[in-house]
């Protein structure tokens, strides 16, 4: 090829390099310069060319932001020098304002006799590559303040159990320093008694997850995720690990487990206190209504007969008549006791059992309101006595709700064994009520049945809607099942 030849191909590579070129005379007076410095420095090649750089802008700086003097940029440099220079970091201000950080390589274009007679520059936009470095030490400040901040520390080990990356505030429950375990290995004697160290040994062999470490020395706990940690092709080269500081956490556990205790302690205590009191309760009642029966139904008894005789004596229709009314008032009297006796304690609650009990009340409210009622008794499980006394006594609240305040024309109640214990339900077709709206404070009714369910360790549903009747369910558990519990 000839020297013309290969001036032109030389000069079009010039041109379409994606690298500012320009060369410069003795003086640093720009002679050449090509496309992509016109388009980095923003500035057309005639207006650059015969003058220094430093001069087509009012803002050379070098690296640190020093304002560069007139002629004595890199291509000075590599002039006096009498060879190269790389990689020299200015920044520029281009006429529209805008600023370029430039990465310049120069170097000293000789003549005849090796004299130097200029050079050449090669420069570089590399704005985006420092504010991409500039960001990215940011972020890694931040994740630095971050962690020396917050109650974590982030380790990564390598798979021999290098320690490769150590950081955060948490360090301190590990009983370690950063410094004094990077590049160090969880394998050394040293730390075999931390116990942080165990857990990442334990990790490295991969046994991978969510610990919990307890620290004796600091009485700190942690909480310690570890994950593997794999390089591009999935291959693991090591491990990572977050350890959070969780001994707040795992104090107000601590706590609210043991206020919980506390508080089924005092739930037991107060059932047993409601138990003794239901219990005291029957047995002064069974006790009044026997003296009552063997009292004052004798007493009337014997009036009753007394009188029966006093009457055959007589022949008088006024007095005999008189007699009768008496007569009757007494088998009023004496009925009325029965019923009371009878709502005091029944007898054959204990004889015969709840559902003969209720049987004997649901007829008491048929004779006195005209409530009519079915009684569905699919008993299998024999009730023990505090049992019986509880599902009667309710079924009792809920019944005489039923006679104050429904309205109803009928009342269905099923006694019936199902779910390991006893099933009570009273259902009337009555006028219903909002169970939400507030409780009157002397409405008491509701309250002891579900007091008297949940101290046999059962549970009390009232399901009531205006116009739609009133459903009451009970469930009481098998002693037995309540005693393995
Ligand atoms: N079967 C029912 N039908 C209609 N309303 C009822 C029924 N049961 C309870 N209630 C309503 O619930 C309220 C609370 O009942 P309760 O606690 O037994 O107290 P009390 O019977 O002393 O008013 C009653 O005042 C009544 O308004
Ligand atoms: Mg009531």
């Given at each position: 090829m000839k020297a013309s030849d290969l001036n032109v191909v030389l000069s079009s590579v010039v041109e379409t390099v994606a690298e500012g070129i320009c060369i410069v005379d003795e003086a640093s007076l720009v002679q050449y310069a090509n496309r992509e410095m016109e388009k980095i420095l923003g500035v057309s090649r005639a207006d650059m060319t015969g003058h220094l750089i430093s001069d087509i802008t009012d803002e050379l700086l070098d690296s640190d932001g020093l304002l560069i003097p007139r002629g004595q940029g890199a291509s000075r440099l590599a002039m006096t020098r009498g060879r190269p220079v790389y990689d020299v970091e200015q920044s520029f201000r281009r006429p529209d304002g805008s600023v370029v950080n430039l990465s310049v390589n120069a170097a000293p274009l000789r003549g005849a006799g090796a004299a130097v007679t200029g050079a050449v520059l090669s420069i570089r936009d590399i704005t985006d590559r420092l504010r991409a470095e500039a960001e990215l030490r940011r972020s890694q400040e931040r994740l630095t303040m971050l962690m020396s901040n917050a109650p974590i520390a982030l380790v990564a080990l390598d798979n021999s159990g290098c320690v490769t990356f150590c950081e955060g505030r948490a360090l301190k429950a590990f009983g370690v320093k950063a410094r004094d375990i990077i590049g160090g290995s969880v394998f050394d004697p040293k730390f075999a008694a931390l116990e942080g160290m165990r857990a990442l040994r334990n990790a490295l062999r991969g046994d991978h997850g969510i610990s919990r470490v307890h620290s004796t020395t600091l009485d700190i706990d942690l909480e310690l995720r570890t994950q593997a940690l794999e390089d591009e092709g999935g291959r693991v080269v090591g491990l990572i690990g977050v350890a959070v500081d969780v001994t707040d956490r795992t104090r107000a556990e601590a706590a609210a487990q043991e206020s919980l205790e506390q508080l089924l302690v005092a739930d037991r205590s107060r059932c047993q206190l409601i138990d003794r009191l239901v219990t005291a309760q029957e047995e002064e009642r069974r006790r009044i209504a026997a003296d009552m029966h063997d009292d004052s139904l004798q007493v009337m008894g014997a009036i009753s007969l007394r009188m029966a005789r006093v009457r055959a004596r007589t022949n008088d229709a006024r007095t005999r008549e008189a007699m009768d009314d008496v007569q009757a008032t007494i088998e009023l009297a004496a009925t009325r006791l029965r019923h009371l006796l009878f709502n005091l304690r029944?007898?054959?609650?204990?004889?015969?059992?709840v559902a003969a009990a209720l049987r004997e009340y649901l007829e008491q409210l048929r004779d006195d309101t005209g409530v009519h009622y079915r009684l569905h008794d699919r008993l299998v499980l024999q009730l023990s006595v505090p049992q019986r006394t509880n599902l009667f006594r309710i079924a009792q609240e809920a019944l005489v709700n039923v006679r104050k305040h429904a309205t109803a024309s009928r009342v269905d109640v099923t006694l019936e064994s199902r779910w390991n214990g006893t099933l009570l339900s009273v259902r009337d077709d009555g006028q219903g009520f909002d169970p939400d709206r507030g409780r009157r404070p002397d409405s008491l009714g509701l309250l002891a049945m579900n007091e008297r369910a949940e101290m046999m360790g059962g549970s009390c549903e009232i399901h009531s809607a205006e116009g739609e009747g009133t459903r009451v369910r009970v469930w009481l558990p098998d002693p037995a099942q309540v005693q393995t519990a």
């Open positions: 029944p007898p054959m609650l204990d004889r015969e059992g």
